[in-house]
């Protein structure tokens, strides 16, 4: 049988070992602490690349798009809608160099079809796109840098030209004279090509055998009318006041 001062030494030399033990466990504890942390510390910095990336991303992207937003027109119409290409060819066609806001001011299927309401909402404005949409589809208009009235007759520059978006083409004026013609039973009106007819804005008049004299290929802004007047019924017309910045 063990006396006392044995069992005392094996139960300190049990207690050593554990001891140690649990030293190494502590050992290993702190090593895998210290490789989570490292590893923690990795990703933290994965996560702020990760952010910077998608900032860096997110800057890039507005920034085209903000670039992208400036080559197009500036409107809401219910006519062309959303159709970036149309807004980007009447932007280059006005001016490429300049921003450019269309507003409002008279739409038929709003305000009615009767001329005078167009002169009401629509004269004195300055600059000015008209677009109307034919009911056979074509989508059309004139642009002037000039007044509408009610009065003064025939106006005259070099800026004024009509299009046709179907077919992406500008028709340019090829003279001066003639550019835009105001009077009360007129609508929006150049030289053998717009709305005059009963008063109303519901027809454009084409008047393909003289346009051609002072529009570049003019008699195509509508089907092919090389031969005399033609009248297209319009399914809706806009008028915007355009504003350059």
């Given at each position: 049988m063990k006396d006392m001062t044995e069992i005392i030494y094996e139960i300190k030399k049990e207690n050593d070992t554990l001891k140690k033990e649990i030293s190494e466990i502590k050992n290993e504890c702190n090593k895998l602490k210290n490789i989570t942390d490292t590893q923690n510390n990795e990703i933290t910095k994965i996560k702020e690349q990760m952010t910077m990336l998608l900032d860096y991303h997110n800057k890039i992207?507005?920034?085209k798009e903000e670039?992208?937003?400036?080559?197009?027109?500036?409107i809401e119409s219910s006519i062309?809608?959303?159709n970036n290409e149309y807004k980007k060819a009447l932007k280059n066609w006005i001016n490429s160099n300049k921003k450019i806001e269309a507003q409002l001011l008279y739409k038929k299927s709003r305000d009615g079809d009767q001329?005078?309401?167009f002169h009401e909402l629509?004269?004195?404005?300055g600059p000015t796109l008209t677009i109307f949409k034919t009911e056979d589809g074509n989508i059309g208009g004139i642009y002037t840098p000039l007044s509408w009235d009610d009065h003064t007759l025939w106006k005259n520059d070099l800026d004024t030209f009509m299009f046709n978006l179907n077919k992406s083409e500008k028709y340019k004026k090829l003279k001066n004279d003639y550019s835009t013609y105001s009077m009360k039973n007129y609508g929006p009106w150049s030289y053998a090509f717009g709305f005059h007819i009963t008063d109303q804005m519901n027809k454009i008049q084409h008047h393909g055998t003289d346009i051609n004299d002072y529009y570049e290929n003019g008699a195509n802004i509508l089907p092919n009318n090389t031969n005399g007047t033609k009248y297209f019924n319009v399914s809706d017309?806009?008028?915007?006041k355009i504003n350059e910045n």
């Amino acid at each position: 049988m063990k006396d006392m001062t044995e069992i005392i030494y094996e139960i300190k030399k049990e207690n050593d070992t554990l001891k140690k033990e649990i030293s190494e466990i502590k050992n290993e504890c702190n090593k895998l602490k210290n490789i989570t942390d490292t590893q923690n510390n990795e990703i933290t910095k994965i996560k702020e690349q990760m952010t910077m990336l998608l900032d860096y991303h997110n800057k890039i992207k507005k920034e085209k798009e903000e670039e992208e937003e400036k080559k197009l027109l500036k409107i809401e119409s219910s006519i062309i809608k959303e159709n970036n290409e149309y807004k980007k060819a009447l932007k280059n066609w006005i001016n490429s160099n300049k921003k450019i806001e269309a507003q409002l001011l008279y739409k038929k299927s709003r305000d009615g079809d009767q001329i005078s309401k167009f002169h009401e909402l629509c004269d004195n404005k300055g600059p000015t796109l008209t677009i109307f949409k034919t009911e056979d589809g074509n989508i059309g208009g004139i642009y002037t840098p000039l007044s509408w009235d009610d009065h003064t007759l025939w106006k005259n520059d070099l800026d004024t030209f009509m299009f046709n978006l179907n077919k992406s083409e500008k028709y340019k004026k090829l003279k001066n004279d003639y550019s835009t013609y105001s009077m009360k039973n007129y609508g929006p009106w150049s030289y053998a090509f717009g709305f005059h007819i009963t008063d109303q804005m519901n027809k454009i008049q084409h008047h393909g055998t003289d346009i051609n004299d002072y529009y570049e290929n003019g008699a195509n802004i509508l089907p092919n009318n090389t031969n005399g007047t033609k009248y297209f019924n319009v399914s809706d017309v806009e008028v915007f006041k355009i504003n350059e910045n």
